[in-house]
């Protein structure tokens, strides 16, 4: 992410941003896969995947 580490300033910022595009990209992926194959996939929670999200931002924007 060589663009938004030169734009953002705030390590942890750059930290929480990281964990939110590999969860959404991990969705599209997964999302992309399952039609590819022609399967059906597991669906989502909407509201626990976003849970997710934030509960390991803050995480991460505790510790670092």
Same mark, same amino acid.
């Given at each position: 992410?060589? +663009?938004?580490e030169e ?9 929480v ?6 969860? $959404?990209? &991990?969705?599209? &992926?997964n999302l992309i896969?399952?039609?590819?194959l022609? $399967?059906?996939?597991d669906?989502f929670?909407? +509201?626990?995947? +976003?849970?997710y $999200?934030?509960?390991?931002s +803050?995480?991460?924007?505790v510790?670092?």
């Open positions: 992410m060589p +663009l938004a734009n953002i300033v705030c390590k942890r910022c750059l930290h941003l990281a964990i939110f595009v590999a969860y $959404i990209g &991990f969705y599209f &992926f896969f399952n039609f590819l022609g $399967i059906q996939g669906s929670e909407y +509201l626990i995947f +976003l849970y $999200i934030v509960v390991e +803050l995480l991460v924007f510790v670092l």
